[in-house]
């Protein structure tokens, strides 16, 4: 009988081993441990045993199915495990294929800069004003201290459209047309589109983009316009960003000047970019002509104010290392898609 | 303004590097664009004494000669014929660089050593303009005004050794046109109190008998007419100095006549003119209108039409110069000019500069006095120019001089509110050291009055007096400050709006294009227009830069068609492109009324008809607009009158749809089928729904059916849409539609539709009766309009 069963364990030991699907372990363990199976048909057999054997044969025989039962789950273990990396190395698939193409569209580059522009400005507590492209020669010029037959007329050359209205120069008269309709403490930029009858080259556009931007509240000073200025340029091009104004003249600001930011690629030491100078002309401003303020209808001895230009064209050709003004305007994608 | 170095030095010496000055000038105002340093090619070229000369042993047309150049003596082989022992000569010696970059080597000629070269003027830059006494092409032989020293680098002892400083001036500066204006720039820059130049005062007259006789005949548009007499002149180059500095000035020296006027204006910043009297008939100076039909030959050789807008320097009877911009050919200084007339007037700045622009011809005169000279200046630069024809001994000086005066002499005063200013600028200067500044660029103070130097137009304000005192502290040294205050800085409804729906565009793939707001007037036609579309009538330019840009786009199509020609032309096989464009309506206003488009468009694979009108419809849908409406419409000539619809949404039209007309695809030379949608930005915004409120996730099952339809070919399924959803009652919760099928087993003129429904209560879970119930009701409306059930 112990001959029997120890037999039984080791001829099912080898069955197991053999086994290489589940059906066939199934089988196995029809076969040994089932109803009719091998180690039954034994055990039926214990009765024909002694009193004193029967313990112990007993306690063999439930050591023997023990073991029987525990080769059998290590083998389905074994087996199960297999059988995931059979088919994981069939699901395999080459990750370097490219996937599936869901383009997003493209924001226009001038459009990127333009809110970051905003964006920088809004934090700084302004809003944004609007005004017509068609405007009216008194807004462009004269409410600009720019009479008639100013030298002034001769640098920006004009569109017109009838003797008094003409294609917007540039969006400073948005600030005449806020300072109508708004009360200071007044604190706006006015991006939008200019006009100037310059043929098209790879720097002039009859049609391009200025930001504005407008100042008025008591107390105002020339201080406010650099302090204010140089967050700007820090914001848009790094803390370690330094700017210097130059004297220079604008009928509507007066003192104006120029600005420059320090080069942002070789931060002042001069490169290519800079043209040498490490210094890049970037905004043109001052403070608001006492003149201009009173005719937009704000007192210049209560109030006073700054006021800045930006030229979005100029700032987006930097940001991006752009080199022909056309391409902002022509449209090809595979310009438009790289932004 | 380009300003000799050695010209400044006589009013302005400075210490400090060239860089230094130029950064310094930059930074108060007077910006340098280039710094100019004259001979900087040369090199290695020096002053040689020609020894002897004898004929090359194998050349008949070669000499060698041996000529001392300070350290030595070297052999230089020449093909010239005007030289001879004792001419000092430049010599460019071995390893020297000659004008344009030319290398200097030394080696054999014909067997001979040859150990450099002679130089004609051309190989130092220069011509016979600079040393008139040289001939052109030979070799240039130094003559007594130049440093005959052997070895002496050759750019010291002929002067070619100035500096040019070239500073853009702005236009309300044309005192800084002047080697004076930059001298006090330069003076006010370095903290130095600047010193106007005296000059000798010459009696004025009314008139000089018999010789000179000067009428103003328009006061609005000549202020000064001063006119001098010079006798017995000796036309003939003026000395090196002064040729010197017209040449670093950028002025071509002519004779000493001509030099001096140009002199005069460079120095003073006040154009002068030189006539022969013997062209001035009657010896009269009439500053008059032209007369319609006049014309005068200008100096340049052209024949000018005159008009009485002009105005002209005219003698008894004709014009002889345009006043301010040009002198006539026949009455300019010539070789056997005897006596000279000087004129130093002062125009009207406006007159001059149309005159100029009218002519085409703008000239170092007419830039100067279209930004408003001062008449003050005239006499003083007229007591100049008579100065240097003594100095230079080019005639005999008639004492007195004609000065005719249109203008009043006003002293011109400003309040000196140095407070003010402080608070302005944001500094804190005392009221001493303000006065300082003020006074160091020669402003006098009178108590609490400041009076402004009749040369400073451009000073009408506090604020302009605020302005020289910042920019002569130095912007550098204003503080910075931080704006400070509650401000509240956000996009307005209108923005935050065009911003929602730029980004969903770009989420659902177009890309977002800008293009110009003027178009050709012919883009109509090429989309297709009726003639009398209102989309015709457009704000026109007066002055467009050509046709393509002659008109304001009253509809964004034209523009957008030409986006997807050149994306199409360059081989973009796939477009989607979108731009929120702004369009330009005639009104009974002086403006026109500005409104903006949304259009989007694409071709190409997977962007057809069917995907756009999805991209459409999430479009709106993701910008509030709940319930919209697709309306078969043929209105429309630029879309394909099969393939068009109008977009509506609460009885109003947004926009439209579509496929672009097959004819209006071949005129745009695109190679594939156009879908694009058109909406109106303001239609849009203004029924907008944008408020969302949470409703409960439902709590009862729904029943589906389907309901497949056979109707005529030609009825819309928004037609059917709204029959099933009025007959179906409040428990329909979803209709759509899921197959078309025309073909086999439907009659020709037939089409079958179908339907997937979806019916839910919110109160109670439905039961099959229910859903029965509501698909009769449906079946029986749709029987009467002749759509019935598939078998």
């Avoid at chain 2, 209108?289 to 340049?300: F, H, Y």
Wanted: proline content about 4%.
């Amino acid at each position: 009988m112990r001959e029997q069963l120890l037999k039984v364990k080791t001829q099912a030991g080898e069955a197991l081993a053999a086994v290489l699907n589940s059906q066939d372990l199934e089988a196995v363990r029809i076969k040994y441990l089932g109803k009719k199976g091998e180690l039954t048909a034994l055990l039926k057999q214990m009765g024909t045993l002694s009193a004193e054997e029967r313990p112990a044969m007993g306690q063999l025989a439930n050591e023997v199915r023990t073991q029987i039962e525990s080769m059998l789950s290590q083998r389905l273990k074994a087996l199960k495990e297999s059988d995931t990396a059979a088919k994981l190395e069939k699901e395999r698939l080459d990750v370097t294929v490219p996937g599936k193409k869901h383009s997003l569209g493209s924001k226009h580059p001038l459009t990127i800069v333009l809110e970051e522009v905003e964006e920088i400005f809004m934090g700084l507590g302004f809003s944004i004003a609007e005004g017509p492209e068609v405007e009216l020669d008194y807004y462009n010029f004269e409410a600009l201290n720019i009479p008639k037959n100013h030298p002034a007329r001769d640098t920006q050359d004009t569109f017109y459209i009838s003797e008094n209205t003409l294609l917007r120069t540039q969006t400073s008269p948005v600030q005449i047309r806020v300072m109508e309709t708004q009360k200071p403490p007044i604190r706006v930029i006015a991006p939008g589109r200019v006009y100037r009858s310059d043929a098209v080259d790879a720097t002039h556009s009859p049609l391009f983009h200025q930001i504005e931007g407008l100042v008025v509240d008591k107390g105002i000073t020339m201080g406010h316009l650099k302090g204010c200025l140089e967050a700007f340029a820090k914001r848009l091009y790094g803390e370690d960003t330094r700017i210097r104004l130059r004297p220079h003249h604008f009928p509507f600001t007066e003192p104006s000047c120029e600005i420059d930011v320090s080069c942002f690629r070789c931060h002042g030491s001069g490169c290519p970019m800079c043209k040498g100078e490490g210094w890049i002309e970037i905004l043109g401003g001052g403070m608001v002509h006492p003149k201009v303020l009173k005719t937009g209808g704000i007192d210049p001895e209560v109030y006073s104010g700054f006021a800045f230009g930006v030229g979005l064209e100029r700032l987006t050709m930097f940001r991006f290392n752009i080199d022909d003004l056309r391409l902002f305007f022509e449209n090809d994608l595979r310009f438009l898609t790289q932004f | 303004m380009k300003l000799s170095k050695k010209w400044l030095k006589n009013y302005f010496d400075f210490e400090m590097s060239d860089k230094e000055f130029a950064d310094a000038m930059t930074l108060s105002g007077s910006k340098v664009e280039a710094l100019a340093y004259e001979g900087e090619g040369l090199k290695n070229i020096v002053v040689g004494e020609i020894i002897d000369i004898k004929k090359h042993e194998n050349a008949d047309k070669l000499s060698v000669c041996k000529v001392n150049v300070g350290d030595g003596e070297i052999a230089v082989v020449t093909g010239a014929q005007n030289i001879k022992a004792g001419d000092f000569v430049p010599v460019a010696k071995d390893g020297a660089t000659v004008h344009g970059g030319k290398q200097i080597i030394k080696g054999e000629l014909r067997g001979v050593l040859s150990e450099g070269m002679l130089c004609s003027l051309a190989e130092l830059g220069l011509t016979v303009n600079d040393f008139p006494y040289a001939i052109e092409d030979g070799i240039f032989i130094l003559g007594d005004d130049c440093e005959k020293v052997p070895g002496k680098d050759i750019r010291e002892a002929i002067g070619l050794n100035d500096l040019t400083v070239e500073f853009e001036i702005t236009s309300n500066r044309p005192d800084c046109l002047s080697v004076i204006g930059l001298a006090r720039e330069a003076a006010g820059s370095f903290g130095k109190k600047f010193t106007d130049p005296e000059h000798k005062e010459f009696e004025t007259v009314k008139s000089l008998e018999n010789l000179l006789d000067v009428e103003i005949h328009d006061s609005s548009k000549c202020y000064r007419y001063v006119g001098a007499v010079v006798k017995d002149v000796k036309i003939g180059p003026s000395p090196r100095w002064m040729r010197e500095r017209l040449r670093a000035s950028g002025v071509r020296p002519i004779n000493n006549i001509v030099d001096i006027t140009n002199y005069v204006m460079l120095e003073l910043g006040q154009p002068m003119h030189a006539f022969d009297i013997r062209y001035l008939k009657g010896n009269k100076v009439n500053v008059r209108r032209a007369v319609a039909g006049e014309t005068i030959v200008t100096l340049d050789g052209l024949e000018r039409m005159l008009n009485p807008d002009m105005l002209v320097i005219a003698d008894a009877e004709t014009p002889v110069a345009v006043a301010g911009v040009m002198g006539g050919e026949y009455s300019g200084v010539m070789d056997d000019t005897e006596t000279v007339v000087f004129e130093s007037a002062c125009f009207n700045g406006a007159s001059v500069r149309s005159t100029a622009k009218e002519l085409g011809m703008r000239t170092e005169s007419s830039a100067r006095f279209e930004k408003e000279l001062d008449p003050n200046g005239c006499l003083k630069s007229m007591a100049f120019a008579l100065e240097l024809v003594e100095k230079l001994g080019a005639g005999k000086v008639i004492e007195q001089v004609v000065d005719c005066k249109a203008f009043d002499e006003v002293k011109r005063t400003l309040e000196f509110d140095w407070e003010w200013i402080n608070g302005f600028i944001g500094i804190d200067l005392s009221r001493e050291e303000q006065m300082n500044i003020l006074e160091n660029i020669g402003f006098i103070f009178e108590g609490d009055k400041v009076i402004i130097p009749s040369f400073r137009k451009d000073i009408e304000h506090k604020a302009d007096l605020a302005e020289e005192i910042a920019r002569f502290y130095g912007y550098e040294n204003i503080p910075n400050v931080a704006l400070t205050g509650v401000a509240d800085g956000k996009l307005s409804e209108k923005q935050a709006y065009e911003k929602l729906i730029s980004n969903t565009l770009l989420s659902l793939g177009y890309s977002e294009i800008q293009t110009y707001s003027f178009i050709n007037e012919k883009a109509y036609d090429k989309i297709g227009l009726e003639d009398n579309s209102k989309l015709r009538n457009c704000v026109r330019l007066l002055n467009p830069l050509s046709e393509d840009t002659a008109v304001m786009r009253t509809t964004p199509l034209p523009s957008m068609l030409d986006a997807l020609t050149l994306n199409f032309s360059r081989r973009n096989l796939i477009a989607k492109l979108f731009e929120l464009a702004t369009v330009y309506k005639p009104t009974n206003e002086p403006l026109p009324f500005e409104s903006q488009k949304v259009i989007l468009a694409g071709y190409g694979a997977e962007n057809d008809f069917w995907a756009v009108k999805g991209d459409v419809e999430e479009l709106l849908k993701k910008v509030g607009i709940m319930d919209f409406r697709f309306e078969t419409t043929e209105d429309l000539p630029y879309l394909h009158p099969g393939r068009a619809a109008k977009i509506m949404a609460y009885g109003n039209t947004l926009g439209f749809f579509g496929e672009i007309h097959p004819s209006v695809q071949e005129r745009y030379d695109i190679g594939m089928r156009i879908t694009l949608a058109q909406l109106d930005f303001n239609s849009l915004i203004g029924i907008k729904n944008l408020k969302r409120n949470y409703s409960p996730l439902p709590k009862f099952p729904a029943i589906e059916r389907d309901l497949a339809l056979v109707c005529d070919k030609k009825l819309a399924v928004q037609t059917i849409k709204d029959l099933i959803t009025t007959a179906a009652g409040e428990l329909l919760e979803k209709l759509e539609l899921f197959d078309i099928y025309e073909g086999a087993q439907i009659a020709q003129d037939k089409k079958s539709v179908a339907f997937n429904l979806v019916f839910r209560s919110h109160i109670r879970t439905l039961n099959d009766k229910d859903a029965d119930s509501a698909m009769q009701s449906i079946i029986e409306t749709l029987k009467t309009k002749d759509i019935s059930l598939r078998d």
